[in-house]
């Protein structure tokens, strides 16, 4: 719930036109909640004295920081971040601290949502890695001799020849933890996956898109057992995560985009 403090409320009226469902208004000089909204919170991040807060349903305001001078990231060092963020297939065994973890995992949660409906859940291994891994694996090798069952979970381009059955460590390749985002929602998963991946690089940390997990549990009981899915439940993406046991020296050379300016 969006509380206004009339106390503190200067009547400037930012809040109510930066509200996207309308639902504030200044009467008699103070900002006031006219109707229910979806919690976006621009009108707690834009009051200038800072007057409005949430409550209820989990949100915390302790979580609001002050944007501050001095916090930008700077165009060129995201590029450059972007272009010099690779998939990491080569893993050192010693697990991200749970401190690491959950700044990625911030990194996901505050990422945005369609509609603001912050449908997005994660299920996070660490030391129960190993045992998701041969899981994982005795699924992926029900699907060596069947070509038909192989390619309704990896439909073509992917082929059988693609997939290293006898290599223990073929979908997460040793990595130490690994993240699945689970979402009835496939593109709210994705972004916050990618800002989670940036975070991870960010603080020196290899990850990997493991898309083979994801197929495969999507089509594996065993599997959706195991990670206690509901029906409605989609493992969207699977981020394999662990210190880089490799350094790249340079970013990589990608096809021309095909960019239609109007
Ligand atoms: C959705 C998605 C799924 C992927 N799945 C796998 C995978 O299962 N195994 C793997 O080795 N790499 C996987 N990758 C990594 C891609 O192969 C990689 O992003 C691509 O080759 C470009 O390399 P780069 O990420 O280092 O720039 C996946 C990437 C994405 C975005």
Same mark, same amino acid.
């Given at each position: 719930?969006?509380?206004?403090d009339r106390e503190?409320?200067v ?5 109510a036109?930066d ?7 200044v009467e ?6 006219v $109707?229910?909204?979806?919690h976006?919170g621009?009108c707690v991040?834009?009051?200038p004295?800072?007057?409005?807060r ?7 305001m302790?979580d609001v920081e002050?944007?501050g001078a001095?916090?930008g990231v700077g165009?060129e060092?995201?590029?450059?971040a972007?272009?010099?963020?690779r998939?990491?297939?080569q ?10 973890l959950e ?9 945005p949502?369609a509609?603001n409906?912050?449908?997005v859940?994660?299920i996070v291994?660490?030391e129960?890695t190993e ?9 992926l090798? $029900? ?7 192989f390619?309704?979970v ?14 223990d460590?073929f979908?997460f390749?040793g990595?130490?933890?690994?993240i ?6 496939a593109?709210?998963?994705?972004i916050?996956s990618?800002?989670m991946?940036?975070e991870?690089a960010?603080?020196g ?5 493991v898309g083979?997990f994801?197929?495969l549990?999507?089509h594996?009981?065993?599997l959706r057992s195991?990670?206690?899915l $509901?029906p ?5 993406t699977?981020?394999?995560l662990?210190p880089p046991?490799v350094?790249?020296?340079r970013t990589v050379?990608?096809?021309?985009a095909?960019i239609d300016?109007?």
């Amino acid at each position: 719930m969006v509380i206004i403090d009339r106390e503190k409320c200067v009547g400037c009226g930012l809040c109510a036109l930066d509200c996207l469902a309308r639902a504030i208004s200044v009467e008699d000089g103070r900002a006031a909640i006219v $109707k229910g909204c979806f919690h976006c919170g621009h009108c707690v991040a834009i009051c200038p004295a800072e007057a409005v807060r949430i409550e209820g349903g989990d949100y915390d305001m302790r979580d609001v920081e002050p944007v501050g001078a001095g916090f930008g990231v700077g165009a060129e060092a995201f590029l450059h971040a972007v272009k010099t963020r690779r998939s990491i297939r080569q893993f050192g065994r010693e697990c991200p601290s749970r401190a690491e973890l959950e700044t990625i995992l911030e990194a996901g949660c505050f990422s945005p949502t369609a509609s603001n409906a912050q449908n997005v859940s994660y299920i996070v291994f660490t030391e129960g890695t190993e045992r998701l891994r041969a899981l994982a694996m005795a699924e992926l090798r $029900k699907l060596k001799d069947d070509e038909q069952a192989f390619y309704t979970v990896f439909p073509p381009p992917m082929s059988l020849s693609r997939v290293h059955f006898e290599d223990d460590d073929f979908l997460f390749k040793g990595a130490p933890a690994v993240i699945l985002t689970v979402s009835p929602h496939a593109v709210n998963a994705a972004i916050a996956s990618c800002n989670m991946e940036m975070e991870a690089a960010a603080l020196g940390l290899g990850a990997l898109y493991v898309g083979f997990f994801a197929r495969l549990a999507a089509h594996s009981e065993a599997l959706r057992s195991f990670l206690g899915l $509901k029906p409605e439940d989609t493992v969207v993406t699977c981020l394999a995560l662990g210190p880089p046991a490799v350094e790249y020296q340079r970013t990589v050379p990608r096809r021309k985009a095909q960019i239609d300016w109007r």
